[in-house]
Each structure stands twice: as structure tokens, then as C-alpha cells.
């Protein structure tokens, strides 16, 4: 199982857990002499690893190790039929095993979009297993509003298979322009990731993402330190929705400008300036 072209040129080391439930793809990067705790990176609903990727080298050169998983799946994780594989709680139990594998301390996680969902599910079901939790561009229940709207379409395509995703995903990026002025190489691994990824997955997933309850009472009840970081034209979860939700968590807040909705894609540099400007440890300069 190759690293994707798109990170050819980085230095991350593939690997394949073996977790009880089924095996995940990883992505890691160490610093010399490790002196920050490790960071855990959980991609968004039709994400993958490779979303953190620009991440990766500035967090490590900070001292950190970095691990950047793809969800069951997604991209190079395999993933079961069963549709009841891909609850929030279920994939949540992923997180968890994952840091039972690390055999190490408390983590700092990191959840964009969905991941976010997934992020605070680990952190409530054990929330002395992290140091941190980083809400990217993710809300304080299901998503709302427009984006919505694609949900039962894509469910309808991917019971007929990932191929029938393919090409209404083909269609619809011919007449994209945000699409149309990525490079070559991204434009080619967007669709190499939804090819390899597994439709039950997306189904059961989309079923997660419009169904979870609002849980940021609970959340600020752990006391579990929190970061709300999002672009500041995010078009999922809405900037004033991600801003009440840091009020009400006590969080800290950071808003990217010229950012939509993949701040660690768009504005790489000012998105980890905010991590490490918010993790509970003393940061080290960039």
C-alpha cells in the first residue's frame, strides 16, 4: 500500500493498524527529540489523511509526533458493509483503540468536520485519554442548511456503487470552479480518494452527520480543554453557529481568514499557528 503521490514528497511513513475494529491506514512523522505530546488527525466526512498533510511537518519541527488516520472507509482504510460500522460511537471506539496502540500518554486530537463529531464522541466516552480537543470547521450537533440538501442524492448514488459517485462527482467538478483552479496532481487525488473509498461507508457516515445531537453541555463538562478553529467563510457549520458553540464550551476561538471549510488545506500556516498556539503545553516557535 503506497503513499499517494500528493505526499510523495513529505516525510510520512504509511502503516496499517490492526485494531479490533478492522484495520486503519496511518499516516506518522516524529521529531528527532520528541518534546510535545503526540497529535491524533481525524478527516472529515468524505475525507482522508492526506487532509492534514500540510500540517504534518511544521507540527513535528514543534516537537510533536503526528498520527493522521483515514476513518474506516475512507481512502486506504477497509471498510465492512455493515452500515451499523460507521455510527459516531463506532467510529469513536476507532479513536480510542488508536491511542491504545500509541501506548503513551494523553493526546491531542484534532477533528475536522465530521471528525469533529467523531473527535468529541472519543473524548466523552474517555476523556482522560486526551490532552486536548480541536473542533476544525465542525458544529455542535448534526449539519444544517444547504449542504444538506446533497445528502439523500449521494446516498441514492452510493447504493449503486462508488463508480456511480465517480461520475455524478466528475460532472459536477466539470462545472466547479473552485475544482477547476486546484492543480493537476489534487484534482487527480480527489478522485483517486473517492474511488478507493467505500460507499456503506459514505452511507452510513451521511446517517451520523445529519443525526447527532447537540452534546456541548457534556462536552464542557469534561473539562477537557478545547479548541473551536474554523475559516471564516466556512460554508458547513455556519462561523456564528461555531462561535456560540465556543462561547457555550468556554473554548478558545480562532478564526482563519481566507479560509472556507478545510482551513489545514486552505491556509495551512495560520491554522497550525493556532493549534500550537493553543495546545496546553509551552509551543515552540515555527
Known sequence: ??????????DLELSL??????????????????TRATVLLVPGFTGSKEDFRLLAAPLVRAGHPVVLLDQRGQHQSPGPDDLGAYTVEA????????????????????GHSFGGLVARAAVLQRPEA???LTLMG????G???PRTT?????RELAAHGIGTVVEAMDALNAADQRFLALDASTQCFLRDRMLASSPRALIGMSYGLEGEPDRVAVLRATGVPVLVVHGEDDDAWSPASQTDMAERLGATHAVVPDAVHSPAVEQP???VKALLAFFPEPATEL
Open 138 to 141: 465542525s458544529g455542535p450537533a
Open 130 to 132: 486526551f490532552r486536548s
Open 269 to 271: 500556516e495560520a491554522t
Open 150 to 154: 446533497v445528502l439523500e442524492p449521494l
Open 1 to 10: 500500500m503506497p503513499v499517494h503521490p500528493i505526499c510523495a514528497d513529505l
Open 91 to 110: 467510529l469513536a471506539a476507532d479513536l480510542l483503540a488508536v491511542v491504545d496502540d500509541l501506548r503513551e500518554g494523553p493526546v491531542h486530537l484534532v
Open 17 to 34: 493498524l490492526d485494531l479490533p475494529g478492522g484495520p486503519l491506514a496511518v499516516l506518522r512523522a516524529a521529531p528527532e527529540v520528541r
Open 143 to 145: 449539519l444544517t442548511g
